[in-house]
């Protein structure tokens, strides 16, 4: 398997795992269906975002990260979970701090993916 390949896997997993976990352990955060195939799809397309599209959100961003010391990165990531809200009516994210501590899980697990 090559390494881009094998990250791409890994996020993926991540994905998954970050929507599932939030939806278990943030108060506010929600799931709304007992299908997993509805959870594997948004994990799917969580990956997919975090390996295709932020990237190129990183390169654009590349100015406002080095002036906020990259803690614009949490803004990007705050916009991507909100992009799943949005795109997922089963994924239900209710309020500023849910989605803050959505944010920080979703950033944790990619970088843990992106590191192993």
């Not at 709304?32 to 390996?51: H, M, P, R």
């Amino acid at each position: 398997m090559t390494n881009h390949l094998r990250r791409l896997v890994l996020q993926i997993i991540a994905g998954i795992a970050s929507i599932w976990l939030a939806s278990e352990l943030i108060e506010g955060v929600s799931f709304k269906t007992e299908v997993i195939e509805t959870l594997l799809i948004a994990g799917l397309v969580l990956g997919f975002i975090n390996f295709f599209i932020k990237p190129i959100l990183n390169l654009i961003t590349l100015p406002l990260r080095i002036i906020t010391l990259g803690l614009f990165s949490l803004v990007i990531n705050a916009g991507i979970v909100w992009l799943m809200d949005v795109l997922f009516l089963e994924f239900e994210v209710i309020g500023f701090y849910p989605l803050f501590w959505t944010t920080i899980l979703v950033w944790s697990l990619s970088l843990i993916a992106s590191r192993i």
